[in-house]
């Protein structure tokens, strides 16, 4: 059988003509940074390759957190054969041929087949179900790479024969961390251009990188080049600007303007301000600040501050964190954008926020009370709303130690109507 491209190229240490995120690609679990919430000492997939028990999985998370990488380290490090395909290529055909040797490998020789299957996600229904029966019955091992989510992206009964890892971006510091590795490496990274590189540049490769390790040493690798050129001996800031087309943002996101900025923004959008919300956006994605961060304080806005007002606000949000997951920046910036005007625009009410502060008050003093009688499980003098007029009836919902009113709707958007509704059942 011929040998997989993947398989020939573990034959030799590296390619130095390869571009140097491939050259530093690690070689084991020692060598891998960052994601050690499955690769540290107690991680579940270190204990699968460490023990060459590695099952069908999915490697899911955002480009250049380590997923082809970790793939890297499985095939050095498992007895199995090893081969690989990439969906944006491999035909039908090409995962037939692949399967029927690993089923002819299997019976001449015991030896078992590992699948690595790049950007699993583009593979289309066809081409996922011809791996189905071959994982169902281990004729080969998968292991998926997806940048997308595989609860959308991968067949069901796929996706339920394999293990589910999530990678997360990677930190800044450990992107720092593989740069440095990268300039200090003499055999297979840029040692050999005796280059130095200023703390300022090497923060503006990490910021610019966004997590991805690919991205940073990609840029590492323009700017020792643009350096060497000028025949200097130090990567500036200045040159990082210049090799990658980005000035530095002075934005510290560990620092306090950090909070300052992300409370302008939510400040804004309480303003009811669209234009100076999108500016502070503008400014944190320019900056580097985490889009899911983002995102997140958008949902939590949503409720805290427009709430029944426009119910819809939650849906928007949730849904602009929903494509930010599937697109990725920078296209998902304009779905954020957009759910930012709709949040800025939308009527105003925390009127949910202060009825949750009445509730949990109450909750504390009275956490030991038992319900009413008649809501407890099973309880025959419940009234069942549904079999009145209207579908309400009046009934005792709360003990009777606890009676104050927690929520008073505004008069702003779809709460006039919330109030009105509720003043029909007193």
């Keep these: 059988m011929a040998d997989d491209l993947f398989q020939y190229s573990l034959d030799r240490d590296f390619d130095e003509f390869a571009p140097l995120a491939a050259r530093m690609r690690p070689r084991n679990l020692d060598e891998f940074v960052g994601q050690e919430h499955l690769t540290g000492p107690s991680g579940a997939l270190r204990a699968l390759i460490e023990g060459d ?133 003499p055999e297979r990274g840029a040692a050999s251009a005796s280059m130095g590189l200023e703390p300022d540049a090497l923060q503006h490769i990490v910021d610019t990188s966004g997590g991805d390790a690919r991205s940073a040493l990609n840029a590492l690798e323009v700017c020792v080049a643009a350096a060497s050129l000028a025949g200097a001996e130090q990567i500036t800031l200045a040159m990082a600007e210049g090799a990658l087309q980005r000035r530095q943002v002075r934005y510290d996101k560990k620092g306090d303007m950090h909070y300052h900025v992300i409370s302008a923004f939510i400040k804004s959008m309480r ?114 709303p549904h079999n009145f007029p209207g579908a309400w009836v009046e009934q005792q919902y709360r003990p009777e130690e606890v009676n104050g009113v927690y929520y008073e709707p505004t008069d702003r958007g779809a709460e006039q109507q919330i109030a009105a509704r509720l003043r029909t059942f007193k």
């Design 271 to 384: 303003g009811s301000d669209p234009d100076a919300a999108l500016y502070w956006l503008a400014r944190m994605l320019d900056a580097g600040e985490d889009s899911r961060f983002i995102a997140r304080r958008m949902i939590i806005f949503s409720s805290e501050d427009v709430g029944n007002a426009d119910p819809m606000a939650l849906v928007v949000a949730t849904s602009a964190f929903q494509a930010l997951e599937f697109v990725g920046l920078p296209e998902a910036s304009l779905n954020l954008a957009q759910a930012v005007i709709y949040l800025a625009t939308a009527p105003k009410s925390n009127a949910s926020t202060i009825a949750l502060g009445r509730a949990n008050k109450d909750a504390e003093s009275t956490g030991t009370v038992a319900p009413p009688t008649h809501l407890r499980d099973s309880a025959k003098d419940y009234k069942y």
């Design 53 to 185: 028990q590695v099952t069908s999985l999915i490697l899911w998370g955002p480009a250049g957190t380590g997923k082809t990488s970790l793939a890297n380290v499985i095939a050095r490090a498992t007895k199995s054969y090893f081969a690989e395909l990439s969906a944006t290529g491999a035909s039908v055909a090409d995962v037939r041929r692949v399967i029927s040797e690993a089923k002819e490998r299997l019976a001449s020789t015991g030896r078992s087949t590992i699948l690595f299957v790049d950007e699993i996600h583009r593979f289309n229904k066809s081409q996922q179900d011809v791996l189905l029966p071959a994982v169902e019955n281990r004729w080969v091992t998968l292991v998926g790479a997806t940048t997308e989510n595989p609860h959308f992206e991968v067949n069901s009964p796929l996706l339920s024969r394999s293990l589910l890892f999530r990678l997360e971006r990677l930190e800044p510091e450990r992107v720092a961390e593989i740069v440095s590795r990268a300039l200090a490496d």
